[in-house]
């Protein structure tokens, strides 16, 4: 028998199988394979790393950035004082150790004091009203379709309401004094508690929920043991949302309602009156680290109760 002999092509730098060298390995100059079975003609990638690492949850960013930004703040407020301001309008915008030496160490502190001091207790009065009424209106709608769907628009509506529209109504029904200060600051709080607590109430894990509905719980053992502990980290950011706000509250409280015992809002307005501007700067300053300490306070509940677990910094 004759025997019939099949010829293969064998491409440049490729060998048959029995020769035993894979497409691409070819030793040679032109397509000669670099380490690794690369070919030559290929560049090589090269990753790229930054010229300074530094950690997002170190004491660094976490002190270093806000001291940073505190003097580009200072050094434009100083430049705005002393360059852009011509010296005969320089009370526009004094200087930050006028505004020190000035205002948080002249005479007019106690009373600055004094002052804030009351407005934080028409704060935290309204804040603890709007917390109870926006827990139970949120489980409200919570518990049925038909609820959420008849009132939630009206916390909407409430959160779209200008509040200065209602403050002289407001006043004609509660009087000018301690009452009508904190109900603007219910007003104001209320939305961020409502819709927080119920995006939490709602937002239950659903087997969760039918692992509950075969053990028979009740809708109160329901509420109680799953959707309340499941809740809790949105509403604490609601609260601290809310917290803020009750703060601007007390303060626009302040400047229409300006009968009783002043808060930090009639000084603002009164120094603001007189043209003094050291004072009326450490006032507003006062103002708004009130507002800071309250959000850092209730942040810190949220931590304590809540647990790190649900911290956003510690997922990244």
Not at 166 to 180: C, D, Q, S
Not at 189 to 210: E, M
Not at 277 to 292: C, D, M, N, T, Y
């Amino acid at each position: 028998m004759n025997s019939i002999t099949t010829a293969t092509t064998v491409e440049p730098g490729q060998e048959t199988a029995r020769g035993g060298t894979a497409p691409g390995e070819g030793a040679g100059p032109g397509g000669a394979a670099g380490p690794g079975g690369t070919s030559g003609s290929k560049k090589a990638t090269t990753t790229r790393r930054p010229l300074l690492r530094i950690p997002a949850d170190g004491a660094l960013v976490r002190i270093g950035g806000p001291l940073v930004v505190l003097a580009l703040v200072l050094g434009l407020w100083y430049f705005v004082s002393y360059v852009v301001l011509e010296p005969a309008r320089r009370f526009l915008l004094p200087a930050p150790h006028v505004v020190i030496t000035d205002g948080f160490l002249g005479p007019n502190l106690p009373a600055m004091l004094e002052a804030l001091g009351r407005t934080t207790v028409v704060a935290l009065t309204g804040l603890a009203i709007a917390f109870v009424i926006g827990v139970v209106w949120a489980i409200l709608m919570s518990q049925e379709t038909w609820a959420e769907r008849s009132l939630f628009p009206y916390a909407v509506v409430l959160q779209c309401i200008p509040i200065l529209a209602l403050v002289p109504l407001i006043g004609f029904w509660f009087g000018f004094g301690f009452t009508a200060r904190v109900f603007v600051c219910v007003l104001i709080a209320l939305f961020p508690i409502v819709s927080n607590t119920l995006f939490g109430l709602k937002s239950v894990d659903p087997g969760l929920r039918r692992l509950f509905k075969l053990h028979h719980a009740g809708r109160l053992t329901v509420l109680r043991k799953l959707e309340a502990p499941a809740a809790l980290p949105a509403l604490f950011e609601g609260l601290r949302v809310a917290a803020g706000l009750a703060v601007v509250g007390a303060i626009v409280g302040d400047f229409f309602f300006k009968q009783g015992d002043p808060g930090i809002g009639i000084l603002i307005d009164t120094y603001r009156a007189r043209l003094q501007s050291p004072e009326l700067f450490a006032s507003i300053l006062l103002a708004s680290l009130l507002g800071v300490a309250v959000f850092l306070a209730f942040g810190l509940l949220s931590r304590r109760v809540v647990g790190r677990w649900y911290n956003a910094d510690d997922q990244r």
